[in-house]
C-alpha cells in the first residue's frame, strides 16, 4: 500500500472566529499554520484567502502572499482552491491558478451546498481544466455527488485533464452526498481505475472516513475547513492537532506518512 497522504485544509470560506477562536486569517498565520502541519505529517495544504477584514477572497496577489510565505518556511505542497465562496464568480475563483501552484482544486459539478447552491456549469468546468494544463497545474477534482465523476471522465476523454486523475471526495455536505461509510465505498468503487483519491469529511464524518480511508488505501483530508472540533463538544487546538491524530492512527495501522516529495511522486506531480 502506497504511503498516506495528509491534506491540511486550513481556513476555508465559511469558517468565522466565533465558531472556531484558532482559525488562521492572515497570510503569515495561515504560513504558520501550514508549517506546523507540516512538521506533524501533513503533505499538503489546501488554502482558501481571506481578505483584511477576514472575509472570503479569490485574490490573486492575496494567494501570492500565502503562497510566498508557506514557501519559506517549507516545501508543503501549496493546493489554492478554486471554488471559493459559493458567490465568487468563476472568473474570481480562478485567479490563484494564474500564480501555476502545484495543485489547485477542480470541482466538478453543481450541487447543494447547505441553503446555497455551488455553481459549476460544464462550459465553466472545462475552462478551469484547461486553464489548469495550460499552465501545468496538477486538478485535484473536487466530488461532492456521485455524477461529478462522470463529468471527470468526460473532462479525461476530451483530454482536458491528465490520467491517472486525482480525487477529492468530499462527503457530509449538508445538501450533497452524505458521508457514511457505504458512501465512501460506492464512490471509491466508481472512481476510474488507477486514480488515487483522498476523503474529506465534514463534521462528524471527518474521523470515521479518515480511518476507512486510511484503511481502503485513499488519503486523508482534515482541518478546519471541514470540521473544528476535536471531539463532541472540544474545540481543536489547531489545525495540525487534527493531523496528529491521523498520523497516529496510521502508525497504528502499519501505514506510513508520505513526505511532501513522496506525494509528488505519488500524484505525478513534475
Known amino acids: 500500500m502506497e504511503k498516506l497522504i495528509i491534506t491540511a485544509a486550513l481556513t476555508g470560506a465559511e469558517v468565522t472566529r466565533e465558531q472556531q477562536p484558532n482559525l488562521p486569517l492572515t497570510a503569515d498565520e495561515i504560513a504558520t499554520e501550514a508549517y506546523e502541519c507540516y512538521k506533524a505529517g501533513a503533505s499538503i495544504v489546501h488554502v ?33 482552491s478554486t471554488g ?18 502545484e495543485m489547485a482544486t477542480l470541482s466538478a ?46 473532462l479525461a476523454k476530451k483530454g482536458l485533464v491528465k490520467t491517472p486523475m486525482h480525487f477529492d471526495l468530499v462527503l457530509g455536505v449538508p445538501g450533497a452526498c452524505p458521508g457514511t461509510p457505504e458512501d465512501l465505498m460506492f ?22 472516513l479518515a480511518v476507512m ?19 463532541k463538544g472540544r474545540l481543536a487546538k489547531s489545525n495540525a492537532e487534527l493531523v496528529e491524530r491521523i498520523v497516529r492512527l496510521a502508525a497504528e495501522m502499519g501505514r ?9 511522486a505519488i500524484l505525478n506531480i513534475k
Not at 56 to 79: G, H, L, V
Not at 84 to 101: D, I, K, Y
Not at 114 to 143: C, H, T, W
Request: proline share 7%.
Open 256 to 264: 506510513e506518512v508520505a513526505t511532501p516529495d513522496e506525494a509528488r
Open 187 to 208: 464512490m471509491v468503487s466508481q472512481l476510474p481505475e488507477g486514480s488515487t483519491w483522498t476523503v474529506a469529511g465534514i463534521g462528524r464524518s471527518e474521523l470515521p
Open 48 to 80: 482558501h484567502a481571506r481578505d483584511e477584514k477576514g472575509e472570503p477572497t479569490q485574490d490573486k496577489e492575496a494567494y501570492r502572499a500565502i503562497k510566498d510565505a508557506i514557501s519559506e518556511k517549507c516545501n508543503i505542497i501549496f493546493q489554492p
Open 213 to 231: 480511508a486510511i484503511v481502503l488505501g485513499g488519503h486523508v483530508r482534515v482541518g478546519f475547513e471541514d470540521n473544528v472540533y476535536y471531539s
Open 84 to 101: 471559493g465562496a459559493v458567490w465568487h464568480s468563476p472568473e474570481e475563483r480562478l485567479q490563484p491558478v494564474e500564480l501555476s501552484p
Open 109 to 154: 459539478g453543481t450541487c447543494n451546498f447547505g441553503p446555497d447552491v455551488f455553481m459549476n456549469s460544464e462550459a465553466y468546468i472545462e475552462k478551469f481544466a484547461i486553464r489548469m494544463q495550460e499552465l501545468g497545474v496538477k486538478p485535484e477534482i473536487e466530488v461532492f455527488e456521485r455524477g461529478m465523476i462522470e463529468n471527470a471522465k468526460k
